[in-house]
Nanobody, 127 residues
């Protein structure tokens, strides 16, 4: 059974930086269709993909809104980090780490591609 848990969420001012961490217990598997990703959700809105990585291929995908500012990194033992730079108030939300085994191309940023989710960590960016 796979469990994911996030940490690193905090309150930060506009223009600041933050790093989110995702740890995994259990085996998420391997292969070209296995991916991990970060999603965020604001109350009343749908969960949106922020950044994703294919664990074996190393390919990375980003939402247009975070390109050039956020970086996703995957390490052995399936630790995944999200480095957030130049944060803006619209980056606020609950951030979730997820893993999936049915990923292909940009659907790494789609919640429907994910099989396992963490509980989330809150990020608040103040102006």
């Amino acid at each position: 059974q796979v469990h994911l848990w996030e940490s690193g969420g905090d309150s930060v001012q506009t223009g600041g930086s933050l790093r989110l961490y995702c740890d995994v217990s259990g085996d998420i598997g391997g292969g070209d269709s296995v991916c991990m990703a970060w999603f965020r959700q604001v109350e009343g809105k749908e969960r949106e993909g922020v950044a994703g990585v294919y664990v074996d291929l190393g390919s990375k995908y980003y939402a247009d809104s975070v390109k050039g500012r956020f970086t996703i990194s995957h390490y052995r033992d399936d630790k995944v980090y999200l480095q957030m730079n130049s944060v803006q108030p619209e980056d606020s939300g609950m951030y979730y780490c997820a893993a999936g085994a049915r990923c292909y191309g940009y659907n790494v940023l789609s919640p429907s591609a994910m099989d396992n989710w963490g509980q989330g960590t809150q990020v608040t960016v103040s102006s």
